[in-house]
């Protein structure tokens, strides 16, 4: 607190407390805000305004709204402040101890410093609104009252005309002219009421409207809650009618009086109401004076109310209350308004006809009178009738009306008044004499009975005019009359036609008879004339008919021979149309039917024979194989040599190897490019595949040995996992491959599949703990499965899949990604040097955070993330679009990954399982060809061509995304500057986690290649592969090291292989003797070389089925179905018992006998790596009978095993070799298809061939340069090759390092070993001895002085775990090592690193 007041120059003050705190108990904070408010005391206290405002805008103070202009203002009121609670102080000081005294009892606390400041800030603004209303300028008045300092209730800008016209004259009205704070608040607060409420009326929101009515700080005058709906409609109402004028607000006044009107029309319709209520009593009541009365009520407002009509009006009104009870049902129903006004109308009206309707009759009954004839029609045509009366029946009228009068009888006593009802049913009387008229009948009156009364009148002269009208209608239509009268006539004679017609047809039967019996008479007579005269003339008749028949013959003949002629080719056409369609009708029986009859199977039994087209297509496919696989380990062993060439030069760069070292590579490397084809031809020629019983023998073991290996995955699948992994690696790179050809066919690819899917769920089972193991660790399966499919043939897969797009970002020079913050922020240092030429201020070594506190690094990481994500969608794009392309191997294998964990974890989620799958399909198999295009020919690359660092990254960064989006991994941590793109990661998730999902679905292999463990039996040649013998000799030593694991069963076929094949045979076994001489000093060389030949084994199965045999009753089955297609080919039949049971004939024997020797013929220009075996070829040369003897023992026998049944004519062979065709016919497309396949496989590896021949060019060019500078003069000593030199390198080579356990244990390179104790460590010693490669190392293990193991570990191994970041590995299974402890220990030892 003191270091704090002495930055203001103040010492400590003698009290002990600030605030209630004790001053040595004060933070730094709180110490510097006491300190800045005691320092604008003392400014107060001494009474500088300029002072004071300094102190008061000190950040320590925290105080806010300070204006520098309101300086004096704010010393005053603080000053006055402050001296009265200085004098308060005063008053109390006396009962305080010193030592509980606080500082801020005499001085301003922060917050009353605040408050006095906000008072100031208020009174100012209150000045500044008042001036601003005064200067009449909306915009300066409302931007017053919006300042905060004023303290006052919300305004709304787009009303500032409002505020300004209403404060004004609210100013004007204030006797100063001078509105106060309060004043200004109640003011405010009520307009800005107005306001809202103008706006929800212009909005026509009626809700809001009714909330803002009842708002209280608008203060409206009468307001009643259960009217508001009323008074926002008639609001409304009032500011539509305004607006269509221009926009205009309601005012306060403007609305009150909008209240009140709706009060007082509310009040007036209820006392019409209960107006309406006095008006139906009065009516029950039945006193028309009282009705009258009721109706005069002028609460009421009825209309045409007439005192004169009260009785009337309560004899209508009572009538229509009984009919409205009625038909409502209720007798309580009360007459409405509108109703009421109704029946006073229709009394009124009823009055004036009826006082018409008098008038009228009393002229005529006195025209009548009075003789005079020629005003009847004049009266009658006037208003008071309205009738249509005829001038031309005027005589007429008079005469009836006359006559009709003469009727009445005259009652002496009768008066002037005549009697007449309203409507049927109210009385009504008028007085002739005077005009007078009443409802209620006159005292002692009589009604005048001699006169007509106005009904009478009517009556007569509309049955007068009617009568005139119906005689005027006949006069003007009497044509039609006419013709009506005739079409009655014309009815009437019809009507008599009818009935005579229907009088002819009920009496049918007897006409026909009588018709019959004359027309019979009449044709037997016509009959016998002309058989008379036929009789006579019988010779002439039979000449005449044979004439004309002949004649008529001739002419059709003709005309249809001349019809062919014409059609020939439309004949010819149609005849064809309809042998293809009942071919294809034939077909689809065959292909469609569960049951296919015999007849159409016999049409395509010609199927089955193999053509000379097939066996040349089956020799060009087994050369294309042949050389395909030989150009696949050509290329793979060329890329292992290549790249052991790049560890060479890298070494001799660093001085680390001779150049003499090189040069041998370099001539080994060149040797092999030029000689492979020798050594496989050499090969061929001698050692196991000469012409002798003996090797003869050894060879068709390994045949049936590499067959069963080929076609039971169990042996290789738990021989992978019984080796060591190294081990196991090489072994699935080189002999498996080798074993299935590189799934150069579809069989082969059926079996590697299913060795995979074996090995695959073997190693599930046995290694995987938790379901995170897959990802984690390097599974061997898994390994193998994404090395093949990245190979030479699923290479084309994702170079058609991913080139495009990756050649699109690697040419797009513009586009630079970089995500790291820091790269971005020296890039952004760097720029800005290179332009100013000045060393940038900014410090070079930076943290990720403090990279990003600058706006220009978040700027290009935000454009840099922006590119990521287009670039991202357009590799996306491409690999949802290419699902297709993707090797139906991964797909399968993702499927059995998939199935298999979930049967192994079921609880496993769905999403957990697809993210294996994302790591198999997208990590594992697209991510390193996205990472590193060139290391896996996606793009085509020049020998000593590279990809530029910024391409680099750019794939990367895209490389990245997609990995994290596919595991749905979020951005986090240290990658926490990306977290924007975390959104776009879940979208992309959700699309990978579809196309994972997608990815699976696939049929099974079987399904797939249509291929079973039986198809081998029907192929047209034997499966060959080509091995070296190096891996036979290796694959022979590891099945019998491992025998008892792989094979633990002493019945097992496998062990009697092995068991007669023996021991693991020596090279010169395999060459042969001569092959290589004894007395040779490089024979250990030589050996190393010839090792490596290649030959080529048709590899067959041992066990194949003899007559009498029933182990294998599927066999029995292929042989049965083969001899039945040669037995109805040469004999039909319905049925193929049928068939079997009759004779055949001798030209079915010698159609049979042709058939026979073509198969002959074709057998002897057959391969011999295609041929079939002898008892297949011996049984099919048997005569037709004993073929069909044969048949019929072999049916019994596949009867008794449940396959075929007689009740059914042995339908399920018959089925069973439709099926064969069927598969025929695949075959044959799926050869054409893998003639294609083949050959473009071919191209793509010769490609590959010529650009590893560019790059041994490249090298020799390099190693040419190393030599020439070595011939110069004076050249620095870079390398030499001179004797010592070389003697110096081979010393190396031969020094090993001899470390214990322990001691490496110390080192951290061995972490543990498995089954050993750290105290036992010093009894295992580890000897590394260089290997005869340069980067190959032999690691010998001894336990007490006991060699345990020896294991090869190659440099390069290291290299590629470091890069893949695996940072432990196990040596020998069981020790632990760390990889990049290793790789120093022997960079130290061994390069002097």
């Known amino acids: 607190m003191r270091k704090e007041l002495e930055k203001y ?36 206290e001494k009474g500088v305004a300029d002072q004071t405002i300094i102190n008061l805008k000190n950040p320590n103070a925290m105080l806010v709204n300070v204006e520098e202009d309101l300086a004096h203002a704010y010393q005053k009121e603080l000053s006055e402040a402050k001296k009265r609670k200085e004098e308060n102080a005063r008053l109390k000081n006396g009962s305080i101890l010193e030592e509980e005294r606080d500082v801020y009892e005499e001085l301003l606390t ?55 016209t209403e404060l004004f004259n609210l100013q004007q009205q204030n006797a100063v002219n001078y509105l106060a704070h309060d004043e200004l608040s109640i ?107 009721a109706l005069l009520l002028p609460t009421v407002k009825l209309q045409n109310v007439r005192t004169v009509n009260a009785w009337h009006y309560q004899d209508v009104l009572k009538n229509s209350k009984i009919l409205k009870c009625q038909e409502s049902q209720d007798d309580s129903s009360l007459l409405w308004l509108d109703e009421i ?14 006082s018409k309707l008098a008038i009228g009759a009393t002229m005529i009954n006195q025209c009548l009178e009075n003789g005079d004839s020629s005003k009847i029609v004049t009266i009658l045509q006037s208003p008071n009738f309205n009738l249509r009366a005829v001038p031309e029946c005027a005589e007429a009228y008079y005469n009836s009306l006359l006559e009709a009068k003469s009727l009445k009888l005259k009652d002496p006593n009768e008066g002037p008044w005549i009697k007449s009802k309203i409507q049927g049913m109210y009385d009504y009387y008028f007085n002739v004499e005077t005009g ?17 009364t106005d009904e009478e009148i009517q009556n007569i002269v509309s049955q007068i005019t009617s009568d005139y009208n119906r005689e005027q209608l006949w006069f003007a239509n009497e044509d039609l009359i006419i013709q009506l009268q005739a079409q009655a006539r014309g009815f009437l004679i019809r009507k008599k036609y009818k009935e005579r017609k229907s009088y002819l047809q009920s009496q049918e039967p007897s006409v026909i008879k009588i018709q019959a019996s004359w027309k019979g008479y009449n044709q037997r007579k016509a009959y016998s004339e002309r058989l008379e005269m036929l009789q006579r003339n019988v010779a002439s008749i039979i000449k005449i008919q044979s004439w004309v028949k002949m004649w008529l013959a001739r002419r059709a003949y003709r005309k249809r021979l001349q019809y062919f002629k014409d059609h020939n080719e439309e004949i010819v056409k149609i005849q064809a149309f309809i042998k293809a369609n009942k071919a294809r009708e034939d077909y689809r029986t065959l292909t469609g039917s569960e049951n296919p009859p015999l007849n159409v199977l016999r049409k395509f039994a010609y199927l089955m024979d193999q053509s000379d087209l097939d066996f040349q297509e089956e020799l060009e496919v087994t050369r294309l194989r042949e050389e395909v696989v030989t150009n696949i380990r050509s290329s793979q062993q060329l890329e292992k040599d290549l790249n052991l ?29 030029k000689n492979q084809a020798e050594e496989m031809v050499t090969g061929e020629k001698q050692g196991i595949k000469g012409l002798s019983k003996e090797r003869r023998k050894k060879l068709e073991a390994y045949q049936h040995l590499f067959y069963l290996l080929q076609t039971n995955p169990t042996y290789l699948a738990k021989l992978i996992f019984q080796m060591p992994q190294n081990k196991s690696t090489k072994f699935m790179d080189t002999v498996i491959f080798t074993l299935y050809n590189y799934a150069s066919n579809q069989r082969e690819e059926y079996l590697l599949l299913k060795l995979f899917k074996t090995a695959l769920e073997e190693e599930i089972n046995s290694k995987v703990d938790q379901i995170q193991d897959i990802v984690t660790g390097n599974p061997t399966v898994i390994k193998m499965v994404v090395s093949f499919n990245r190979s030479a043939r699923g290479q084309n897969t994702l170079r058609h899949l991913l080139a495009p797009v990756v050649k699109d970002i690697m040419d797009d020079k513009s586009l630079a990604i970089n995500t790291s913050p820091v790269e971005v922020y020296k890039a952004w240092v760097n720029q800005l040097e290179m332009q100013t030429g000045e060393a940038s201020k900014l410090p070079y070594d930076v943290t990720t955070e403090q990279a990003l506190m600058h706006p220009e690094v978040v700027n290009r990481l935000e454009s840099s993330i922006q590119s990521l994500r287009a670039v991202t969608d357009k590799v996306l794009a491409s690999i949802f679009s290419s699902l297709n ?15 298999s964990l979930h049967e192994k974890f079921p609880d496993a989620s769905e999403d957990e399982l697809l993210k294996i799958v994302g790591n198999l399909l997208y990590y594992r198999y697209m991510n390193p060809a996205i990472v590193a295009p060139d290391g896996f020919d996606i793009i085509d690359m020049t020998a000593g061509g590279q990809i530029h660092s910024d391409q680099r990254r750019n794939l990367g960064c895209v490389a990245k995304v997609l990995q994290h989006a596919a595991s749905n991994n979020l951005f986090e941590g240290e990658n926490a500057h990306l977290s924007s793109m975390n959104t776009y990661l879940s979208q992309t998730y959700e699309k990978f986690r579809n196309f994972f999902q997608t990815a699976c679905i696939v049929p099974e292999p079987e399904e797939k290649f249509n291929i079973d463990e039986y198809s081998d039996m029907v192929t047209l040649s034997k499966p060959v592969i080509y091995i070296s013998i190096e891996e036979i ?23 009697e292989l092995l068991t007669g094949l023996g021991e693991v045979p020596d090279v010169e076994t395999f060459l042969g003797e001569g092959a290589v001489d004894p007395n040779d000093p490089n024979k250990e060389n030589t050996l190393s070389q010839l090792i490596k030949t290649e030959i080529s084994l048709s590899l067959t199965r041992k066990y194949d089925l003899r007559e009498g045999e029933e182990q294998d009753i599927k066999g029995l089955m292929m042989k049965t179905k083969r001899l039945i297609v040669d037995v109805i080919r040469a004999q039909p039949g319905e049925t193929l018992a049928k068939i079997l049971e009759t004779p055949a004939s001798e030209y079915q024997e010698a159609e049979h006998l042709k058939i026979v020797e073509k198969r002959v013929i074709l057998d002897s220009k057959t391969p011999e790596k295609m041929k079939h075996s002898r008892s297949i070829l011996e049984e099919g040369q048997l005569p037709l009978e004993q073929k069909k003897r044969k048949i019929q023992r072999n049916l019994r026998t596949l009867e008794q095993a449940g396959l075929v049944s007689s009740e059914n004519k042995y339908q399920e062979i018959i089925n069973e070799i439709a099926k064969d065709i069927r598969n025929q016919r695949r075959y044959r497309q799926h050869r054409k298809a893998e003639l294609v396949k083949l050959q473009q496989t071919l191209n793509a590896l010769n490609s590959k061939k010529a650009f590893y021949e560019d790059q041994i060019n490249y090298y020799n060019t390099y190693i040419k340069t190393c030599l020439d500078n070595l011939t110069r003069k004076n050249s620095r000593r870079s390398i030499k090759i001179s004797g010592k030199e070389e003697e110096k390198g081979n010393k190396l080579k031969n020094i090993s390092l001899k470390y214990t356990a322990a001691r490496l244990h110390e080192k951290g390179v061995i972490l543990g070993i498995d089954e050993l104790q750290p105290n036992q460590f010093k009894n295992v010693m580890f000897e590394i001895t260089p290997g005869v490669e340069v980067g190959d190392f032999d690691i010998k293990a001894k336990f007490l002085g006991v060699e345990m193991e020896k294991v090869q570990l190659h440099f390069q191994d290291l290299l590629q775990m470091q890069y893949e970041g695996v940072s432990v590995m196990k040596m020998f299974d069981k020790a632990k090592v760390n990889v990049n402890l290793l790789t120093f220990l022997l960079n130290k030892k061994f390069y002097g690193k």
């Open 645 to 673: 060439m790049d560890i060479k030069i890298g070494l001799l760069v660093k001085n680390r190897i001779t150049l003499q070292d090189v040069v041998s590579h370099s001539k080994k490397l060149n040797k092999k490019t």
């Open 9 to 44: 120059g103040i010492q400590m003050p003698s009290f002990s407390k600030i605030g209630g705190i004790l001053a040595s108990e004060l933070s730094v904070d709180e110490a510097a805000l006491h300190a800045a408010v005691i320092a604008i005391n003392e400014a107060i």
């Open 885 to 899: 392309l993707m090797p139906y191997g991964m797909r399968y294998i993702a499927k059995v990954l998939k199935n």
């Open 110 to 164: 922060q917050a009353e410093i605040q408050g006095n400041i906000n008072k100031v800030n208020k009174l100012i603004a209150v000045d500044r609104i008042n001036t601003a209303i005064r200067n009449c300028d909306p915009n300066k008045t409302i931007a017053a009252l919006m300042k905060p300092e004023a303290q006052l209730p919300e305004v709304y800008p787009s009303a500032a005309t409002v505020y300004q």
């Open 341 to 354: 006004q109704k029946g006073i109308y229709i009394s009124n009206k009823n009055l004036e006809d009826a």
């Open 436 to 452: 007078e008229d009443t409802c209620v009948s006159p005292e002692g009156i009589v009604p005048k009975t001699s006169w007509l």
């Open 1033 to 1055: 000799i290796n694959t022979h030593s590891l099945l019998l090291e491992h025998q008892d694991a792989i094979a633990p069963d002493p019945n097992d076929v496998l062990n």
């Open 187 to 293: 003011a405010v607060e009520m307009l800005s009421a107005v306001v809202l409420l103008n706006q929800s009326l212009e909005s026509k929101n009626v809700a809001a409207a009714k909330t803002h009515l009842s708002n209280p700080s608008i203060g409206f005058n009468n307001l009643e809650e259960e009217n508001l709906q009323r008074y926002a409609d008639a609001l409304i109402t009032i500011k539509l009618e305004a607006s269509s004028q221009g926009p205009v607000y309601l005012s306060w006044n403007d609305i009150q009086n909008c209240i009140d009107m709706v009060n007082m029309q509310i009040q007036e319709e209820n006392d019409r109401i209960v107006a309406v209520g006095l008006i139906n009593e009065a009516i029950d009541h039945g006193d028309p004076t009282k009705t009258l009365e």
